[in-house]
Every structure is written in structure tokens, then in C-alpha cells.
């Protein structure tokens, strides 16, 4: 990093940048010339003169202004489009610029004559402006981490005041209300707007939402009627959201969440304050309590919300708290799962935010020491997060040096996540995968090389997680003072019947007895003595490891099962008892995953792939998966060989996949393509046998090639654990080829017919090994009536001619996934001309309308949580993302996956704010169903979620109980719903 030269200040005196700056540098020297040209073409055209000059001009301001356009898509596109909010910087220097510009939209909500159209249209400017300045200090070094997240967080709070001004002027004009002064509209107004998390805590980060609570101070002197008032009021909290979230041709202030306020599956958007109060003095969970911490008055009725928060402080901090409420607050730990000494940590594609050594750690690691002693101690009661280190650290809470590094790992992940999030203006917290992605950040973040980022970063979280862990290893735990665990003889001590019943086992009997079987070393893996011991020394970890599955003597049974197929126990026994994360991972893995346990219950040797130090570091790329399979079947010739070898191969990888999943280690979007890409290897290997196998007797076809078409979830790369393979199998030949040159003879349709049954009887059926996969072909040509074979002319002919619109809709979702390379890329042209053919679009929308009505009747949803048949699930978005392929609404190259094609929903047929919430739907269905299918074998039963599942499907939404999950899901489904309606069957509303 340098400052020998300053990049704000020109040669004529001129200062953009009053603190010295550091230089930036492009990825691509060549592309940041050309971007910089472009500018000043821009500006010369808008006549800000003095940017043209500068951007023509060699600088080291338009150096950095060269580099910062090539690094971020999203400022590119800004400067562009705004040239005049770079020509002003020559005037007024970006920090008096900013708070001048923070001023300004505070104030719109008090401006004559403003309506709501206008009030929107000029808070997305002026939003915008300031983003893109805040941006360019932060990447500039004028603002560090701690200011920026200061900025956006009064730049929020401005646009939250004015709309809120806006909104009870207009109530008040209207009648609705009787404000005490109009012009001081907030003023004894009633409305309570609490601002949460990072904007309650002035933390916001550069792409957040905000999250508000509101309430109603119900004796508040502007309310006319206390029994409206609740309505009156969540009317206006709508507006408020349309007002800061919708997305127009402008763009959006913030996005903003509701979901925190007390039940919000049953309350108003509007909660009168004596409800609330009721509410978390009765029902209050310590999640709520958590989430309190750092609520703040950002807008509306300030004294009322202030007399608020002081009614709730009982609430949140309690002067004394029992050993039950202590054990309840480290509970919420479950939502992030520290996993000291467990591998090293990937920084490709590691999620900054939720990841292991991430930035949340680092808040909870606060927030559970607030909680606790907050109570007595009036001091550790604030907001802030550094603040709260360095009252913890002098308080002998913790050491001095845990806060220094904790501060200093906070201030530079924040800066990471600033960086990611800069690039397109994204809410993602996910670093790069690519060496290009990864590269940018590294440059952002004024790294020389993507090498260097990466050594700091893996450091940062290696740091976080260390003190992190250390935290909870200290942490009072529920089995403390634990009673007798005594299990020799054949009789049952009734001391540690009463031990395991505390532990959470409901057959305390009946787990004595198992445990009994095992130090009797009736298993191989316990027949030594001194695995015996070593289980002696791990059993009662063990039991308080299962016993907090909920589902503990299932749990047992199922370790159980898994223990009397192995072969040894030693190392294992010593590794469980050295890494407790690993063994709270198998007790979620037997508690909360029964794919999974029966996974490595069946096949005991699968766990060994959770001892390879680079499992949750390597992401599971094809790249990887290739070389594995590679090295897997090195040497292995024959053709049943290979089949068995294949099973066992991808048994092992969809295990080791789904960990990957559970603990953080990938997202559910790298879930699905991982366990595409390996059905992808393996269904082609399988091909490659069956064909050398079928050639051995009948030979070859004449210029013969094949190519399997991947459709549904496998051609979309959104295959989950437990999917069927959705396959076409197409073929070709020399068109005078009449029979195959083999011993056995066979005409080509027949050929590739019986290789077709082969291969379908080498992937499905049944083996000692196992199945590879269970395979559909129903969406071949003429479905079950048609040929389990298709000659790409018939191919080509049959969908041109007889198709119909729900065949062509799933010929959206198609990829080559197996085969010949040349006649692949034939298939796949082959299948673009089809989705390229001129279409009715109304007969294609009702077509589809009509389809999801007959699914719907034929298939009802068992509840809320089917998410794939549910009304606004995701059917409803494959179906809208098809039919916009086949009406060549969707825009940019040919992509398979369902989630690119949202959100490139062209803006004639979908506006941004529903191509939004599309997409962030699509997310959250795709979040969830990853993991309930790694998970599960059956239906997700919400009233029966073992606590392990649950918290898994919390950390993935980001969302603090379950309660809070299933109203956001049924929120989402019913706004799904609506688009469906207004896009596919034209009802607006």
C-alpha cells in the first residue's frame, strides 16, 4: 500500500480526497485506459469539463479514478451515467460533499408540493450519489472501514426520516392524524421506528438491508383514534417499504426487512406499544433479547421510542439469570458453528459474513458476553461491536489482546465485505471463486496480488475462529455437574438412568443397554482394550453431544449402527475425543441428518473423507471431483469393477458434499452445482463402460455417437442429495449405416435402444454398492410411448413439429452432460434453434397458467414448507423463467441455470423490484431445500425439527427462529404467487 503520492490532489491544488489516499491498481491496465477514455467522453458530453480534462489527462488521481473503473462494474456504470457527481468533487471535497448531501435528503420530507412519485424518484438520486461517493472514499483509504459503515449508516437514517416526514405530513393533510407541529412532523407523531442490527448498531455495510421494528405509541397527541390507529399506521409502514425498497427505473434507497418485530407470521406491520411490551415480557425469546441490544430510534416519534427502549431494558438485561437462561443464551451459538482445529478454511468462495472465522463470530462473540453480564454491569449495554471489545477488555472480560485482534479482524473483514459488495451494488458476502473474481478484491482491497489478500485473509479467520471457540469451550454448558455414568455389569444403575434421562434421552434403559454392548467389546472396533478405554474416556462427551440433538435416542442408534460396522476404533475414539467440532458434527449428522447417517452407516468408511485436512478448504469444483474420480478408478479394468467402483465413488461425494453444506463450508448454490458436476463425471464414466462393454459383442455403428442430455435439476446444476436424474439419450450415425459391425449384429435404432436399457440398468439398479442414481427419461420424445433412444432427426423433427409448450419449456433446463464432444455441440446448437423458433407468447403463458392449475389439483402441497409445489414456490419460478426463455424475455447469453435466467427477466416483461424479489425467493427456496434434502429422506415435518436442522436452516437464511423463518417463507410464497399472476396470467395487482 502506498501514500507517497496522493491521488485526491491534482497539480493545480484541486482536492477531491482531504486525507491522503492510496493508490490503486487495475486488473487490466490496457481495459482501465479505455474505461477512463470513455469517461471523459461522458463528461465531455454531460459539460463537466473539468472531469474531461482530468480523465484525459496522467494524474495519479485519474490513475486511481482508471484503476477503481476497471475493478467496479457497478462505479463504472455511475460515473457514466452521472458524470456531474465527479465534476462537483472540483468544488466541494467528497466529505464535505457527503455530509452536505446527507443534509439535503434528510430534509426532502419537509420540501412543499412533494409527492410520493417525486419523493422517491429524488431519494433514489441522491442515494445513489451518495453510495457511489462513499465508495470512492472507502477504495480511495480517505474513509476507513469504521467510517464507512458510519456514513451508510446516517446516509439510511436520512432517507428512513424523510420518507417517515413525508408520510405523516401527508396523514396529517389527509385528516388521518392531528400533528402537535407540522413542521416538526416526527414530533409527538406515535410512529416508532426502531432501527436493528447494523443500522441500529451505525454498522451498516455497503449492499445491507435495513431492518426496522415499528410501533405505535397509542396515547401519542397526533392520534385522533387509538382503535385505528394500528391500521392507520401499518398502512403507512407499507408505504414506507415501497417508498425505501421498490425498484425503479432509478433504482432502490434500501431494501428493507420487517421480519424482526414480535411474531410476525400474526402481528401488523404496526405493533401498538403495550402489545410489544406484553409480548416480550411473556413470549420474548433470548434471540429477541439479542436482537434488542441494538435497537435504536432512527426515525418517527424519537422521545416515544426512547421511552421505549428504557420500558424494555428490564427485559433485555437481566440484573440475575438463572443456569437455565445462561445454557439458553449460549444456545443461539448453534446458529454459527465454530469449528476449531477442523481443516484449514477455503478463502475461495468463503462467505465473509457467516462463515467460519466471519464477521458474525465476532458480534455474537459480544453479544452473548452483553447478554450475561449486561445485566449488572450498566456499561456493556452499547450498540457498537469494537466499543463493546474494548469495555469488555477493561472490564476482564476478556484480554486485551483478544480485543486488539478481534477489533483489528473486525475492521478488515468489514473492509473485504465492502469490497465484494462494491462490485455490482449485490447483498452477497461470498468471496469470488475465480482467479479474476478473486484478483479484483485483492486489488480493491490494495493487495498486490490475490496471493497476499489470501494469506492475510486466511490468517483474519484463523484468528476469529481461535478466540471464538476458546469463548464457548469456557462457556457453562447444561451437563455440568453431570451425575454417575456407570455402565458395567448387566444391571442398570439408576443414577445414570437419571443421568441420561437429564442428558435429553427419553429410553434411558434401552441406551444403557447399547452402551453396555459396546465396552463389553462385542463390536471389532471396541474388541481391544484400549479402545475401550479410550470410549470409557469419550462417552460421557459423547452422550451430552447427542443428547442436545433432541432427537437423541435415534441419534445413538443410528452411531450405533455405525460403530458395529467398523472395522477399528482406536483413531477414531482419539480423534472425536481431540476435535469436539467433529464430534458435534457426527451428533448432528446422526441427530438432525438421516440421509446422511445412513449414508455413513451403510458404508462406515465414507467418514474417513472427514479426516482429510483439506475437506472444507478445497471447494468441490469439477476440476476436483475430475482428478478424484480419476484417482479412484486408476487400475480398475473390468466393466463391473468400474460400475461398483463408480457407486461407492459418488456415495462418498455426495456425503462429503452434504458435510461441506452443513458446516458452511460451500453455499447451496456451490451445493447444487458439486452434486451436478459429479452426476455429471459419473453418469459419464458409467456411459464410457457401458459403451466399450456393449462394443465387445455387437460392435459399432457407422459414425455412431451418442450424447445424454442432462434436463430438470441435473441440467440446471441445482441437483440436490436426494434428486432424480432427469436424461435424454440421443444418437447419430452415418446415414448408409444399416447394422453394427460386431459379432452380433444389431440395426442402429436397436443398438442404441438396448445401450440405452444398459446404461439405465448400470446407473439405477440396485447392488451390493448401492445405486449411482435413480434416472427419469419421461421427458424424451413422446415420453414412456417413445423410444428410449432418440436419433437427433427425429430429436429435431419432434420438437420443431409435435412438441408441446411444457416439452419445450423443459428443453430451457437442457445441457450436454455425456458423450461425443463434436455431436454434443450439435445437440446443444440443435437445442438453442428450438428455444430461438418464433412463438405465440399469450398461448405460451396460458399454456403454462394452465399447467401449474393441473399441477396444482393433481399435487397439492402437504404444507407451507413443500417448497417445490406450494402456491408461489418453485414451480412458479421455473415456470416464469422458462416461459421467458421461450419468449425471449430473458436477456444475455443461453444459461440452463433458473436463478441467471431471474435475474435476467428483461425489463418489458418483469420490472426490478419483482426480478428482485424473484431472485431472492429463488435463493431462499434453493437455501433450504440444499439442506432439508442433504438432511432428510421423507417430508420436512416443521412441528418435529431437530435442533441441528433447524439451526442449519437458520444460519443459511440468516434468520434468529424458526417461528420467524416460516412467516418469511409464507410472505415470500404469497409475493411469488402474485408475480406469477401478473407476469404468466396477466392479473396486475
Known amino acids: 500500500m502506498s501514500t507517497s503520492k496522493r491521488p485526491g490532489k491534482q497539480e493545480d491544488g484541486t482536492t477531491w480526497f482531504e486525507a491522503p489516499a492510496r493508490s490503486l491498481q487495475p486488473l487490466d491496465a490496457e481495459n482501465a485506459a479505455e474505461e477512463l477514455n470513455e469517461l471523459a467522453e ?77 419523493l422517491m424518484r429524488v431519494l433514489r438520486q441522491m442515494k445513489g450519489e451518495a453510495h457511489f461517493l462513499i465508495a470512492l472514499a472507502s477504495l480511495a483509504g480517505e474513509g476507513d472501514a469504521e467510517r464507512t459503515v458510519r456514513r451508510l449508516s446516517n446516509l439510511a437514517d436520512a432517507c428512513i426520516a424523510a420518507a417517515v416526514s413525508f408520510l405523516l405530513k401527508d396523514a396529517h393533510a389527509s385528516g388521518k392524524l392531528k400533528l402537535p407541529d407540522p413542521d416538526d412532523p416526527m414530533k409527538g407523531s406515535g410512529w416508532i421506528v426502531l432501527g436493528m442490527g447494523k443500522l441500529g448498531a451505525h454498522e451498516l455495510n455497503f449492499s445491507s438491508d435495513i431492518d426496522l421494528i415499528v410501533f405505535i405509541d397509542l396515547n401519542a397527541p397526533a392520534i385522533l383514534d387509538p382503535m385505528e390507529a394500528t391500521d392507520l399506521f401499518s398502512r403507512l409502514t407499507k408505504r414506507l417499504v415501497r417508498i425505501l425498497q421498490d425498484r425503479t427505473e432509478h433504482g432502490y434507497v434500501f431494501r428493507t426487512d420487517l421480519r424482526l418485530r414480535p411474531d410476525p407470521g400474526s402481528t401488523p406491520l404496526a405493533i401498538p406499544v403495550e402489545a410489544a411490551l406484553n409480548y416480550y415480557e411473556s413470549r420474548g425469546q433470548n434471540w429477541e433479547r439479542a436482537a434488542m441490544i441494538k435497537a435504536r430510534p432512527v426515525a418517527g416519534d424519537m422521545k416515544a421510542g426512547e421511552a421505549l427502549l428504557d420500558e424494555l431494558k428490564p427485559y433485555v438485561w437481566r440484573k440475575y439469570m438463572d443456569f437455565a437462561a445462561i445454557a439458553d443464551v449460549h444456545s443461539i451459538k448453534r446458529q454459527i458453528h465454530a469449528h476449531k482445529g477442523h481443516g484449514e478454511i477455503a478463502v475461495r468462495g468463503h462467505n465473509v459474513k457467516l462463515g467460519r472465522g466471519g464477521i458474525r463470530e465476532i458480534e455474537f462473540f459480544v453479544q452473548t458476553q452483553q447478554l450475561i453480564a449486561g445485566g449488572r454491569f450498566h456499561e456493556l449495554r452499547g450498540r457498537q461491536t469494537v466499543p463493546m471489545l474494548r469495555m469488555l477488555a477493561g472490564r476482564g472480560w476478556i484480554t486485551e489482546e483478544v480485543s486488539d485482534a478481534l477489533i483489528a479482524q473486525y475492521w478488515f473483514l ?38 497476499a489478500f489470501s494469506e492475510t485473509f486466511q490468517k483474519s479467520l484463523q484468528t476469529v475462529e481461535r478466540h471464538y471457540a476458546a469463548l464457548f469451550e469456557t462457556a457453562p454448558q447444561l451437563s455440568a455437574g453431570v451425575g454417575n455414568l456407570v455402565f458395567t455389569g448387566d444391571v442398570d444403575d439408576p443414577d445414570t438412568l437419571h443421568t441420561l434421562s437429564e442428558l435429553g434421552f427419553q429410553r434411558p434403559s434401552d441406551i444403557s443397554r447399547v452402551i453396555r454392548i459396546w465396552h463389553f467389546g462385542r463390536y471389532r472396533a471396541t474388541r481391544s482394550a484400549e479402545a ?34 467398523l472395522p477399528a476404533g482406536i483413531q477414531l475414539f482419539s480423534l472425536l475425543q481431540s476435535n469436539p467440532a467433529l464430534l458435534k458434527l457426527l451428533a448432528n449428522i446422526m441427530g438432525a441428518a438421516p440421509r446422511l447417517a445412513e449414508i455413513i ?7 474417513d473423507g472427514l479426516l482429510d485436512p483439506g475437506l472444507l478448504s478445497e471447494l468441490p469444483t469439477r476440476a476436483y471431483l475430475s482428478a478424484r474420480i480419476e484417482a ?55 456411459l464410457d463402460a457401458v459403451i466399450a462393454e456393449f462394443a465387445r459383442r455387437h460392435g459399432k455403428v457407422t459414425g455412431g455417437s451418442v450424447c445424454v442430455l442432462g434436463m430438470g435439476k441435473l441440467g440446471s446444476r441445482e441437483l440436490t442429495a436426494g434428486s432424480d436424474v432427469d436424461l435424454i439419450l440421443l444418437y447419430d450415425h452415418d446415414p448408409g449405416a444399416d447394422e453394427s459391425d460386431g459379432e452380433k449384429p444389431l440395426a442402429p435404432s436397436h443398438y442404441y435402444a438396448r445401450l440405452t436399457q444398459r446404461l439405465i440398468a448400470a446407473v439405477s439398479a440396485p447392488t451390493a454398492e448401492g445405486v449411482l442414481y435413480e434416472l427419469d427419461l419421461r421427458l424424451r420424445p413422446s415420453g414412456n410411448k417413445g423410444p428410449v433412444a432418440t436419433h437427433i432427426e427425429a430429436f429435431r423433427k419432434y420438437q420443431r413439429e409435435n412438441a408441446w409448450t411444457w416439452e419445450h419449456m423443459a428443453l430451457t433446463r437442457a445441457r450436454p452432460v455425456a458423450g461425443a464432444e463434436e455431436f454434443c455441440v450439435a445437440v446443444e446448437k440443435e437445442v438453442e434453434g428450438v428455444l430461438s423458433l418464433r412463438r405465440d407468447r399469450q398461448k405460451i403463458f396460458k399454456d403454462a397458467v394452465e399447467m401449474r392449475r393441473l399441477i396444482a389439483e393433481e399435487k397439492p402441497p402437504r404444507d407451507a414448507w413443500d417448497l417445490k409445489l406450494v402456491r408461489g414456490g418453485q414451480i412458479d419460478l421455473e415456470f416464469i423463467a422458462q416461459c421467458a426463455v421461450l419468449t425471449g424475455k430473458a436477456e444475455g447469453e443461453r444459461t440452463t441455470a433458473t436463478g441467471r435466467v431471474l435475474g435476467r427477466l428483461s425489463a418489458d416483461f418483469c420490472d426490478p423490484q419483482a426480478r428482485q424479489e424473484l431472485l431472492d425467493a429463488y435463493r431462499l427456496y434453493l437455501d433450504l431445500t440444499q439442506i432439508m434434502r442433504v438432511c432428510l429422506t421423507g417430508p420436512f415435518e416443521p412441528q418435529d425439527v431437530p435442533p441441528g436442522l433447524a439451526d442449519l436452516l437458520l444460519r443459511s437464511t440468516d434468520l434468529p427462529d424458526m417461528k420467524v423463518l416460516e412467516a418469511h417463507l409464507k410472505e415470500t410464497a404469497g409475493r411469488v404467487g402474485r408475480h406469477f399472476d401478473g407476469l404468466l396470467a396477466g392479473k396486475r395487482g
Not at 539 to 547: D, H, N, Q, R
Not at 601 to 607: A, C, I, L
Open 414 to 451: 468489514r473492509d473485504v465485505e465492502h469490497a465484494i459488495q462494491m462490485v455490482a451494488d449485490e447483498q452477497t458476502h461470498i468471496l469470488p471463486e475465480d482467479d479474476e473474481g478473486l484478483e479484483r478484491i485483492a486489488h480493491m482491497l490494495a493487495f498486490e496480488s490475490a496471493a
Open 632 to 686: 479412484f478408478l486408476q487400475g480398475v479394468e473390468l466393466h463391473e469393477d468400474i460400475l461398483d467402483r463408480l457407486r461407492i465413488f459418488a456415495a462418498e461425494q455426495k456425503f462429503l458434499i452434504g458435510v461441506r453444506l452443513l458446516t458452511g463450508a460451500i453455499d447451496a448454490e456451490r451445493a447444487g452445482k458439486a452434486f451436478s458436476d459429479l452426476a455429471d463425471l459419473c453418469i459419464g464414466r458409467v
Open 532 to 565: 475401550r478405554e479410550r470410549l470409557t474416556e469419550l462417552t460421557p462427551a459423547l452422550l451430552e453431544a447427542f443428547g442436545k440433538t433432541r432427537r437423541a435416542d435415534e441419534a445413538i442408534m443410528r452411531f450405533d449402527g455405525f460403530l458395529s460396522g
Open 601 to 607: 452407516t451403510r458404508r462406515p468408511h465414507v467418514f
Open 42 to 118: 461522458a463528461a465531455a458530453g454531460e459539460g463537466a469539463s473539468r472531469l474531461a480534462k482530468l480523465a484525459g489527462g496522467s494524474s495519479p488521481l485519474a490513475s486511481f479514478l482508471a484503476a477503481v473503473l476497471d475493478l467496479s462494474p457497478f462505479l463504472r456504470d455511475f460515473a457514466r451515467r452521472r458524470p456531474a457527481v465527479l465534476e462537483a468533487l472540483f468544488d466541494v471535497p467528497l466529505d464535505k460533499r457527503l455530509t452536505g448531501l446527507i443534509g439535503e435528503i434528510r430534509s426532502q420530507g419537509d420540501v412543499p408540493e412533494m409527492t410520493e412519485a417525486m
